[in-house]
């Protein structure tokens, strides 16, 4: 008896304090659709995302958290909601690299929130054309992963294009083992990309050695055969189970638990800077003795930090090479501006791709 009536106060506070959040929310949401009025009023109706502002947010409360809610539960659900705010002031249309259920998708959730409009495509190159069309706003492309490396198609991608990044997505890859079996010993034949499977060889090896395993064009596609196929199952993220409709049997399968994917945000729009921010850059050098070591100068006379570079052909001659470079900081914070100044007088050419806030993990 006195556990019950212990359980219903607790019930009655959750109820209140469930009012309480309601009451405010609606309160924010009223606050968005001010705020909407008064850009359009000022002749700004063509995208009301900010990047700078969403990023300053979350690592408001992410700092301020107080607990026992995670940093990461907590981030989740202000993103969430500024999604769903955003949505009433205007709904973003946003491209990823489909089909449907793919890791791409789940990052432009992850960034996005679930309240916006997503489109995929079956190549990067399209993704570009897409944004660069005005048909999608953003578009979410992967650019690295921590055991594969760069995606090349990504990088090449930004010779021709005008676009910039707006953003960055880090996700880390979780494969789980999806089906619409009750249970491991029902399953019979395994459905997922070629990766995938070797990235859990030695989990299915130890758990389902006698299914077979088949490889097929992704992880998407092996959901979707493992919804309709009797007796299977698939390896593949969250958002294929929600999509397809499917029981996660096992989480978390993959054999490198630090398994990690790094996506682009692109866009069209410059990013104000956050104070924690990145900027990315092209840089031509020429094929000549030295040049390598001319471009890196400037960053360490000025005190930057690099965190990346990479090389890529630049199809104008043979051995002819350009980098992408990507460094800590804004391009308009002064140390950054004063070591772009003298990268531009050492190589043969700089394009800018834009600078944007650090990844909220």
Known sequence: MEKEQGLSRLRRRIDEIDGQLLRLISERAGIALEVAKVKREAG?????????????????????????LGDESVVRIFRELMSSC??????????????????????????FGHAVKVAP???????????????????????ENSTE????????????????????????????????????????EIFSHQQSLAQCREWLDRFLPQAKRTAVSSNAEGARLAAIVPESAAIAGEVAAELYQLQILE?????????TTRFLVVGKQEVAPTGEDKTSLLVSTGNRPGAL????????????????IESRPSR???WDYVFFIDLEGHRDDARVAEALEALR???????????????VV
């Open 44 to 68: 700004e109706d063509d995208c009301f995302y900010r990047p700078e502002r969403e990023a300053e947010i979350l690592r408001r409360v992410k700092r301020e958290n107080p607990g026992p």
């Open 86 to 111: 955003l949505a009433l002031e205007k709904p973003l249309h946003i491209a990823f690299l489909g089909p449907e259920g793919t890791f791409t998708q789940q990052a432009a959730y992850k960034h």
């Open 121 to 143: 495509f079956p190549a990067i190159d399209e993704i570009f054309r897409a944004v660069a069309g005005d048909a999608c706003q953003f578009g979410v492309v992967p650019v």
């Open 149 to 188: 490396g760069v995606v090349t198609h990504t990088l090449d991608s930004f010779f021709g294009s005008s676009l910039l990044i707006s953003g960055e997505v880090v996700l880390r890859i979780h494969h789980n083992l999806l089906s619409r079996c009750g249970g491991l010993e029902e399953i019979k």
């Open 251 to 259: 989480r978390n399968i993959e054999d490198d638990p630090d398994n």
């Open 293 to 308: 070591y001319e471009i890196l100068q400037p960053f360490a006379e000025y005190g930057i930090s690099m965190t990346k």
């Open 316 to 318: 104008r001659g043979m």
């Open 345 to 359: 007088k050492k190589a043969q050419w700089v394009k800018w791709l834009g600078s944007y806030p650090k990844a």
